[in-house]
């Protein structure tokens, strides 16, 4: 298994900032991925995170808006870019190996005021 | 492309009583199937998995989930539930042909005294 810790755990931001969130795992693994959570629903995925190239995201989801880096086996960043109070969520990142089994972190808790 | 069904998205069971979260799921390939617990203001954590093998798979906690490939279910249970036990509850499937995993809309697990 892989243990996955993020920073910061929760912010509150004024609208029209930015937030980065960092994800970092204990082993190398394969695939990362990150998802939001809104209150009371379920996962949505944002993003899978290539090592070394860029990310590939899903459809609602915009590199100006999420842009997301990977520079290693272990280590990635979320920024929120131009904050707004719709993006007030849970932010979770994981990470696994190709068994296909995710991890995850504890999230981040961000409110846009 | 596959995808996940959770069948109730609010079970309440006594203490003691047996716990039944339904899941269906459609995959035109052998699924890789999962359940991941998420606990009040936590990350979601893995409970169980089925790759291939035996098509019961027990997992952490008492859990356990039966793969029936023709009825296409993985349906998780546990004899007798712990007041610890309520937590939101999340059906998986991995899509190979995506590389990535699609979640259910998750079940909310209350346990009455």
């Known amino acids: 298994s892989a243990v996955i810790s993020q920073k910061p755990s929760r912010d509150i931001c004024q609208r029209g900032t930015s937030l980065t969130i960092q994800c970092q795992v204990d082993?190398?693994?394969?695939?990362m991925f990150w998802y939001r959570q809104q209150p009371g629903q379920s996962l949505t995925l944002i993003a899978t995170a290539n090592q070394g190239s860029e990310a590939t995201y899903e459809s609602g989801f915009v590199i100006d808006k999420f842009p997301i880096s990977r520079p290693n086996l272990t280590f990635s960043t979320l920024t929120v870019s131009n904050m707004s109070p719709e993006d007030s969520s849970i932010y979770l990142c994981?990470?696994?190996?190709?068994?296909?089994?995710?991890?995850f972190g504890p999230g981040t808790r961000l409110t846009v005021l | 492309a596959q995808s996940v069904t959770q069948l109730g998205s609010h079970v309440s069971v006594s203490e003691g009583a047996l716990v039944l979260l339904r899941c269906n799921y459609s995959s035109s390939v052998p699924p890789y199937l999962f359940w991941y617990v998420q606990y009040p203001n936590q990350g979601l954590q893995l409970l169980l998995k089925?790759?291939?093998?035996?098509?019961l798979v027990k997992g952490i906690n008492g859990f356990e989930a039966e793969f029936k490939k023709s009825e296409t279910s993985f349906h998780l249970t546990k004899p007798s539930a712990h007041m610890s036990d309520a937590a939101e509850y999340f059906c998986?499937?991995?899509?190979?042909?995506?590389?990535?995993?699609?979640f259910g809309s998750g079940t909310r697990l209350s346990i009455r005294p």
């Open positions: 089925y790759t291939t093998g035996a098509t």
């Open positions: 082993s190398q693994v394969t695939m």
């Open positions: 998986a499937v991995f899509d190979s042909s995506a590389s990535k995993i699609i």
């Open positions: 994981s990470g696994g190996g190709l068994s296909n089994t995710q991890y």
